[in-house]
């Protein structure tokens, strides 16, 4: 006879910082006839915060592990949910005449992975991190950096001056 090891597989799940996720579990082999699932704040005893497949998460600002257990069954699986940073950037820019190249020189917090740029002109944007631009004509035009971890992303905009060409007589 084969026995059939029913169980219940995590993974540790990473979210922004204010914000809330719908936690998931696998199983493996075949679930008992009428199983039913629990979510609690404690691997002993604790609250039920849900019942069912998926539990969705209050607003989190800080790292926590929840427990899912089966029933009939008696071992609650942890599950940990942790916390990106926050993340920062800044950038700058050189003046410039229209038709001439903006040199963006961006920085940014540990673990950004992409850096995409509108720079407000209706033209295509970049995804480098200190890319340069051509602005066509004068004026001050809003450009915006969103950089990503994989995980969160934040945006950063900050008005560029483009003066106009100078007229040759």
């Known amino acids: 006879a084969t026995l059939n090891a029913f169980r219940i597989t995590t993974q540790t799940v990473n979210v922004c910082s204010a914000s809330s996720v719908t936690l998931t579990f696998n199983t493996q082999g075949t679930a008992p006839p009428g199983v039913t699932y629990s979510w609690y ?16 998460t209050p607003i989190l600002s800080s790292a926590h592990t929840y427990y899912v257990s ?12 942790n916390i990106s940073n926050n993340l920062s950037a800044t950038f700058s820019s050189n003046v410039v005449c229209a038709g001439s190249p903006m040199s963006f020189s961006a920085t940014g917090s540990a673990g950004i992975t992409t850096w995409n740029w509108n720079f407000g002109d209706g033209s295509p944007g970049s995804s480098q991190q200190n890319p340069s631009h051509i602005y066509s004509s004068g ?31």
Request: a negative charge; one cysteine or more; charged letters at 5%.
């Open 139 to 169: 004026g001050t035009y809003s450009a915006t950096l969103t950089v990503g971890d994989g995980v969160c992303t934040a945006s950063f905009s900050q008005n560029v001056t483009v003066n106009n060409a100078p007229l040759v007589n």
């Open 41 to 56: 704040d404690l691997p002993v005893g604790g609250t039920v915060l849900g019942t069912g497949p998926t539990f969705t």
């Open 70 to 81: 089966s029933c009939p069954g008696n071992i609650r699986v942890p599950l940990q949910v």
